[in-house]
């Protein structure tokens, strides 16, 4: 096989630079040994050794693109956010959409909820919109998201997904029942990462220019419309190719068919949250509820489209480092636990897993001024800072300084006692759910208790008879559904309707 270059390529170098002649292992006679001195062998040997950074716990299987953002409607009386600050106005951005459970290799056409992260490259720094394609959660209290995602993974003995070990965690945990009947509803398995929705599903809050602050939740609707898939053709897309959702948007995007989403908010007035709250007894930070749209009806920002395929998925995807905690004036947090907690959490594991400096890779550097004096670490570039100096205060010409407009309003907390309040008590966590399940067919109905039993029915008994009492107080008929599916006596198991109303 030919291996000189007849001029009309680029040479191969070292990753160095230095050009190589030839590419053969060197070695004492034909036959070996090698030699110590093959710096060129012994280079590519120990970079391939470290071609692996940690795999995501959480979201391990994704696939992303970059695109666009235009504002279409003005919510500069809501948000002063550069992103929103006219009719018009462009802002370039990266998605990373993703599964949950599965690890980096497993098959993208999975039953589970779709991670949706989007950053924008605003003009006043990112702004990680870090959502998922559900408006809920399963959890309200970060203590449990921990416990929640090792009940998504591989038992610690078995080292297979037991059903049993979700379904344990789901019974102590009625909170999750609204995003379990979303998993297990017709709308648990999109067909493609172009046909979900997008939800911040946390609570935020924007300010605008005089300093007043909304709750606001951001939903972006998919312009290709819902679309899912039954289990059987799932299965058998599986069968035939694992990464569906990886090929579907990579392929839509190089055709140039650039997949799009209308961006839209709810927006709350601490007023409204208090009257609102007083009057349904839900939180309006508690991530396990939606607001409903008659209450607070959606409001139209602006037109997110991908149309730019990434060159590498290791360094654009792999690397990519999404944070709720990267936030914008003009876009702010909430009292929200899980929101509160993931402002953390995904800054630290960056940290871990890309590395101290991993907002100066390209897809994660923002692409307006970047003035700190954070300094060194693994893998500086310092390309931003170079020799400025390194401290602050400092009596140094033009050296960056904090500026007083960019000021948050206080928060008022009241007379906020600490304490490690029990989220799981005086807290409805059935009438979402049960308004849900009401808003399906029949059919739907039955698809959904058909699904449920299919995976509950691997749960221990006990587990099984837990789970159904939270069904029945949703509705009714949602526990007898799954109830008849599992096979389950209701007469013999509970004593008859009667112990069927006495959990509700
Ligand atoms: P609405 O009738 O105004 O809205 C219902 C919403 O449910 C629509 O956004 C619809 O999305 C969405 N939807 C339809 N089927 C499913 C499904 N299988 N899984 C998840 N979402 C679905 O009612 P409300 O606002 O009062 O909400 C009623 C229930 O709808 C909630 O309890 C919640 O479970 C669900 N929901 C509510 C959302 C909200 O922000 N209010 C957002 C998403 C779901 P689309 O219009 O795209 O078809």
Redesign the pocket.
Known sequence: MTTTNDGTCPHLTTAEGAPIGRQHAMTAGPKGPLLMQDVQLLEQMQHFNRERIPERVVHAKGSGAYGTFTVTHDITKYTKASIFSEVGKQTELFLRFSTVAGERGAADAERDVRGFAVKFYTDEGNWDMVGNN???FFVRDPYKFANFIHTQKRDPKTNVREMDMQWDFWSQCPESL?QV??LF???GLPASYRHV?G?GSHTYSLINAAGERVWC?F?F?TNQG?ENWMDEKAAGVIAGDRESHQRDLFTAIHEGRFPSWTLKI?VMTQAEAEAWSARTGWNPFDLTK?????DFPLIEVGQMELNRNPENYHAEVEQAAFKPSALVPGISSSPDKMLQARLMSYADTHLHRVGVNHHQIPVNKPQCPVMHYMRDGQAATAETYGGAPNYWPNTRAGAPMPDEKFVDPAWDLGQAVVDRYDSTQDHDDFT??G??YR??DDA?RDRLATRIAGVLGQARQEVQMLQLCHFFRADEDYGRRVAAKLGVDLDAAMGGAAAANAVR
């Open positions: 559900t408006p809920v609204h009947t979303i509803s017709d709308r929705n939800y939740k939903h609707k819902i709810q939606v607001w409903p749209h008659a979402q759910a308004n849900l808003m399906f739907h």
